[in-house]
Nanobody, 117 residues
Framework: QVQLVESGGGLVQAGGSLRLSCAAS????????MGWYRQAPGKQRELVAR???????NYADSVKGRFDISRDNAKKTVYLQMNSLKPEDTANYYC???????????WGQGTQVTVSS
């Protein structure tokens, strides 16, 4: 089992920045992927950014150039630095962990990000 605890959400004005953190605990394999998804009211959950234990990253087109995902493997923590935030970034952000495309996914409880215009 893997447990994920998120922090760092909140309310920010458009153009501002926030940094999300997600700490993993439990059975963590040396190869894994950690990432952030988000879900706005009435919309499907979507991938925001993901990073492997080796440091490979991928981003949703809507956040490229504004968001940066990083991780500290020693701390088993992944970060999402969000800059130039827009009202359309408003959503509940969920941390995600898995060990590959066909493996079980684990989810955090979610942290709310609200961007005011």
């Amino acid at each position: 089992q893997v447990q994920l605890v998120e922090s760092g959400g909140g309310l920010v004005q458009a153009g501002g920045s926030l940094r999300l953190s997600c700490a993993a605990s439990g059975r963590i394999f040396s190869f894994n992927r950690m990432g952030w998804y988000r879900q706005a009211p009435g919309k499907q959950r979507e991938l925001v950014a993901r990073i492997t234990s080796g440091g490979s990253t991928n981003y949703a087109d809507s956040v490229k150039g504004r968001f940066d995902i990083s991780r500290d493997n020693a701390k088993k923590t992944v970060y999402l630095q969000m800059n130039s935030l827009k009202p359309e970034d408003t959503a509940n952000y969920y941390c995600n962990y898995d060990e590959g495309i066909w493996t079980k996914a684990y989810w955090g409880q979610g942290t709310q990000v609200t961007v005011s215009s």
